[in-house]
């Protein structure tokens, strides 16, 4: 099974800062690789796929990168509408979720 | 607009059952494999089950595997759930997810919460 290890688990920061979220794969997953953000109460909404391909709709301001066992999702201007948790999920070989990082208010 | 609807969560004893249901609209149903993914109060996210769009491929994950079992009805626009020897550790959320054909799961439901408790 393909384990996916996310970091930080939590993260505080500020409106207007940049933010990065690592997620690492026990083995390589080419780019099969998405990003979720979900906040409380509601399902998690796609925002990115196959590891840098933005979902239609969402802001410009998310970005991803990478390949093979190491990837990243940059907020490069942190709104208040991005204080969520996000998660990472391979789906290289069946599908695995990340543990998740919550992105919380500095 | 496309959309998602499950139904069927509750209160439930261990070793019951339960069956989940996920509604589908606004989109060919029949074209697309389904997900079922489930969240307990306060963790991450599990990936569950996968059915392809023709029944003919299905997967769980090894936590559920011979407990549960993942079925669609394409006449009816509709994905289930049939979770049979529920224990406390199956309790969650549960979202139903369209596989968008490695472009990621979208839309997800807003989710069933089953409670396994005595």
């Known amino acids: 099974d393909i384990q996916m290890t996310q970091s930080p688990s939590t993260l505080s920061a500020s409106v207007g800062d940049r933010v990065t979220i690592t997620c690492r794969a026990s083995?390589?997953?080419?780019?099969?690789l998405a990003w979720y953000q979900q906040k409380p109460g509601k399902a998690p909404k796609l925002l990115i796929y196959k590891a840098s391909s933005l979902e239609s709709g969402v802001p410009s301001r998310f970005s991803g990168s990478g390949s093979g066992t190491e990837f990243t999702l940059t907020i490069s201007s942190l709104q208040p509408d991005d204080f969520a948790t996000y998660y990472c999920?391979?789906?290289?070989?069946?599908?695995?979720f990340g543990q998740g990082t919550k992105v919380e208010i500095k | 607009e496309v959309q998602l609807v499950e139904s069927g969560g509750g209160l439930v004893k261990p070793g019951g059952s339960l069956r989940l249901s996920c509604a589908a609209s606004g989109f060919t149903f029949s074209s697309y494999s389904m997900n079922w993914v489930r969240q307990a109060p306060g963790k991450g996210l599990e990936w569950v089950s996968s059915i392809s769009s023709s029944s003919s491929y299905i997967y769980y994950a090894d936590s559920v595997k011979g407990r549960f079992t993942i079925s669609r009805d394409n006449a009816k626009n509709s994905l289930y759930l049939q979770m049979n020897s529920l224990r406390a550790e199956d309790t969650a959320v549960y979202y139903c997810a369209r596989d968008q054909d490695r472009l990621g799961f979208d839309p997800w439901g807003q989710g069933t919460l089953v409670t396994v408790s005595s």
């Open positions: 999920q391979q789906y290289n070989s069946f599908w695995t």
């Open positions: 083995q390589s997953i080419s780019s099969w």
